[in-house]
Nanobody, 125 residues
Framework: QLQLVESGGGLVQPGGSLRLSCEVS????????ITWFRQLPGRSREGVAC??????????SYGDAVTGRFTISRDNTKNTVYLQMNYLQTDDTAVYYC????????????????WGQGTQVTVSS
């Protein structure tokens, strides 16, 4: 069974940086794309960044609100996907989740069946 565990959230000042980690384990990881979402209370999840399968040689996908500020990457030796967040703004405050699906990137929450606990990111002075 696929398992994803998020970590790295915390409190950061506007303009600062934070790196989130998503440790992935389970079968058929080569088939999976890994995606970060975020959610504010009472709102639906917003797609942040999607990392394609390594074999596809495609570029990551980013939500409009984070393009140019956030970078998604992987470390295969650690089975971990990272979300580097720079130039953080108060609007980036949310619970951040990582999730996975087979084959192709999507930034729609409805395309992902499994969700973890998430990690809280708070941007405040």
């Amino acid at each position: 069974q696929l398992q994803l565990v998020e970590s790295g959230g915390g409190l950061v000042q506007p303009g600062g940086s934070l790196r989130l980690s998503c440790e992935v384990s389970g079968p058929n990881l080569d088939w999976k794309v890994i995606t970060w979402f975020r959610q504010l209370p009472g709102r639906s999840r917003e797609g942040v960044a999607c990392l394609p399968r390594e074999r596809d040689s495609n570029s990551p996908s980013y939500g409009d609100a984070v393009t140019g500020r956030f970078t998604i990457s992987r470390d295969n030796t650690k089975n971990t996907v990272y979300l580097q967040m720079n130039y953080l703004q108060t609007d980036d405050t949310a619970v951040y989740y990582c999730t996975a699906r087979n084959y192709y990137c999507s930034l729609s929450e409805y395309d992902y069946p499994n969700w973890g606990q998430g990690t809280q990111v708070t941007v405040s002075s």
